[in-house]
């Protein structure tokens, strides 16, 4: 690994100025941060370190919302008992974050905030990607296996995180902090695509940091639910994974259905949310549904196996709603 | 001024009406010329030179193969940030349709065969540049060089009269979130308050990016897909040319 | 192992992306009978036989055979994922 200098900021203030240097990245578990750093994926020669930060890692009711510290481990998350009883998608993603080790160091921020897994990202010395600076993308004629059905543009690597997409379908808002104070972003406005700008993933500029998430009132305590889909039962990232949201029962009055590693930003399937609107969850109605949530899917040469995920995945989270 | 009589709005895209509004042109210069004010007559000079020699055709336009075409919306993406980082319009220039009609190329439809049909669409770099002749401020330019029609943007003062003239459109569903858009090939952008076109990335090295940069192009060079001719290509804007461009 | 198909490199070079199943992914306990076999082999020492490498064997084509066995296609190409049970089921309709 490179030489670089690791600095505890005191305050988020701090820990913002501190970001503005050249090359310089938050580290709060690490456990993204580290993987960049040890295969050399973006330069960094300054990491500030977060964990220094008082205050940052609780989990509260407060103003009629749930109130997550972006220092907040994951680990915490999955055992709160408030998230479990009112944010229940919340609960389900963090259990199936990783493993119990990185849940045990990895923050919500750092999760949130966390770069793509594509293997070409990540593979500095035979691939020059988009991301990494270059002009190509590798997976539009290559191995595919992991990328978009949905939204690709130039890039197609996916939006790896569990906790966004259940987050996304929660409703929920993230609060920034940078240099020009503090400012409150949706979830689905928080990720970008790569048509808007593929060296990012987030609204995040370098010296910006996530302080907390925000769940609304509107989601809190209606069922939710997430499930993901991985090649093993532990560790993997999501090759297609599911939030649900329902509001109204049995008579649904609104869905939020969101769904990750399908697409470079957690995936709104509005079709099916429409559609949800004003049925009951008969058999024939979760069918319906799943078949919508992957309209409009563009797959690539070796992923089109997630557009019945997609299908299955949505059909499997209704249906355990509606039982 | 009688110009409005035969504008080429009134022109149909495939039955253009030679350049009768030039000749209009060179009749007014000529006029103002006659009047002797030599300050207008100079800058009137110089429009009317472009405008005489617009007669030559641009000797690329952008030229898409769709049944090449796997909507991956490099072009676009690529277009929008390399003009935004040379301080111009982020508005891409090069928009991807969706085109149930199109039947991809035999090989490429083997590996991808969910992926539908895809047009791509840009400024025709008409022959006879419609766009051209109302500008009322230095803008729209041509190439003395290479006959490129391009929008100086530091020049545009947004009046729409391009807009207005160009006579061809974006009809249709973008591949990117299957917007639908319904835009002529020059566009307003509100961020910069100024008109964006297809200028053939006049300034790079290397010339359009788009070209440079579609994956389909590089796996055809590399040999990985057989093809004799790019999936996005550079051709003169003949007359014939322009007939067949989406 | 998957390669990207244009440049031959592998795309699964590391233990994220070459996913080897872990203890999660094998049958409980209950599941799994045990069948001893004792030819009486007079090989290894009072006739015992090492058990570390063969077993790496049998699993794969097991596996393959069950596959086949429930829906009627072979599959050739380890490892038999769910991506490839998927197309071969379509392969299958066709």
């Known amino acids: 690994m490179k030489r670089f200098e690791h600095l505890n900021a005191g305050s988020v203030d701090e820990a913002v100025k501190l970001l503005s240097a050249q090359n310089a990245r938050a580290i709060a578990g690490g456990t993204d941060l580290l993987g960049v750093m040890k295969d050399q994926l973006l330069p960094t ?11 940052l890692d609780y989990i509260k009711e407060e103003s009629g919302e749930l109130r997550i510290g972006a220092l907040a481990k994951i680990a915490d998350i999955a055992a709160s008992g408030v998230v479990a009883q009112k944010a229940p998608a919340l609960t389900n993603a963090a259990l199936l974050v990783a493993s119990p080790q990185i849940r045990n160091m990895g923050t919500l921020g750092g999760n949130l905030a966390q770069k793509v897994r594509c293997w070409y990202f990540r593979d500095v010395d035979r691939a020059d990607c988009y991301k990494r600076g270059g002009g190509f993308c590798y997976a539009v004629l290559g191995a595919s296996d992991l990328h978009a059905i949905f939204d690709g543009a130039a890039c197609f690597a996916v939006q790896p995180s569990d906790t966004a997409t259940a987050l996304s379908a929660l409703g929920a808002s993230i609060v920034v902090a940078g240099p020009g104070g503090q400012k409150t972003v949706g979830v689905d406005d928080f990720f970008i695509g790569p048509h808007t700008d593929y060296t990012r993933e987030t609204v995040l500029a370098q010296d910006e940091i996530i302080t907390e998430v925000r769940i609304p009132a509107s989601a809190l305590g209606q069922p939710s639910l997430f499930i993901k889909a991985a090649p093993r039962k532990s560790i993997d990232f999501a090759r297609g994974s599911v939030a649900v949201l329902l509001v109204g029962s049995p008579l649904i009055q609104s869905a939020r259905i969101s769904l990750g590693g399908v697409a470079p930003t957690p995936h709104r399937a509005t079709e099916a949310e429409s559609y949800l ?9 979760i069918g319906q549904a799943g078949t919508l949530a992957a309209n409009g899917a563009q797959p690539l040469a070796s992923n089109d196996y997630k557009v019945q995920l997609v299908q299955g995945l949505v059909r499997s989270a209704l249906t355990r709603l509606a039982g | 001024m009688a110009d409005s009589e035969n504008t080429p709005q009134d022109a149909p895209p495939g039955a253009p009406q030679g350049d009768e509004p030039l000749s209009r042109r060179r009749l007014v210069v000529g006029g103002i010329a006659a009047v002797g004010a030599a300050a207008v007559a100079a800058t009137a000079f110089s429009r009317a030179a472009n405008a005489v020699t617009a007669q030559e055709i641009s000797d690329r336009v952008v030229s898409a193969d769709p049944s090449l075409c796997v909507g991956c919306l490099a072009c676009e993406v690529n277009c929008s940030t390399w003009h935004a980082s040379v301080g111009r319009s982020a508005v891409a220039r090069i928009r991807i349709l969706t085109d149930n009609t199109v039947k991809l190329n035999t090989q490429l439809a083997a590996s991808l065969p969910k992926r539908a049909g895809f047009t791509p669409q840009t400024c025709k770099q008409c022959y006879t540049p419609w766009c051209l ?3 009322p401020t230095e803008g729209l330019q041509i190439d003395p ?4 029609r391009f929008i100086d943007e530091t020049q545009c003062i947004a009046c729409g009269k391009c807009e207005v003239d160009c006579p061809v459109e974006f009809k249709g569903t973008l591949a990117y979130k299957a917007q639908a858009i319904s835009s002529k090939r020059v ?22 990016i788009c070209v440079e940069r579609c994956p389909v192009n590089a796996a055809i060079k590399a040999g990985y897909i057989k093809s004799d001719h790019l999936a996005l290509d550079l051709k003169p804007s003949t007359e014939a040319q322009w007939k067949q461009l989406a | 192992m998957k390669f990207d198909p244009e440049q031959k490199f592998s795309v699964q070079w590391n233990w994220e992306n070459y996913a080897m199943p872990t203890v999660l992914e094998t049958p409980k306990w209950a599941d799994v009978q045990p069948f001893i076999v004792e030819p009486g082999d007079a090989i290894g020492p009072y006739g015992a036989k090492g058990v570390g490498e063969p077993p790496t064997s049998p699993p794969a084509p097991a596996i393959a055979n069950a596959i086949y066995n429930a829906i009627g296609v072979r599959i050739h190409d380890a490892p038999l994922t769910r991506d490839k049970v998927l197309a071969a089921i379509a392969q299958m309709k066709r």
């Open chain 2, 145 to 148: 060089q290479t006959g490129d």
């Open chain 1, 277 to 285: 609107a004003g049925k009951r969850l008969t058999a024939d109605v």
């Open chain 1, 45 to 55: 020669d300054r990491v500030v370190n977060l964990k220094t930060i008082p205050g």
């Open chain 2, 187 to 208: 566009m307003y952008d509100s961020v910069k308050n100024v008109y964006a076109k297809c200028d053939l990335c006049i300034g790079r090295e290397g010339g359009p």
């Open chain 2, 133 to 135: 002749p109302n500008c």
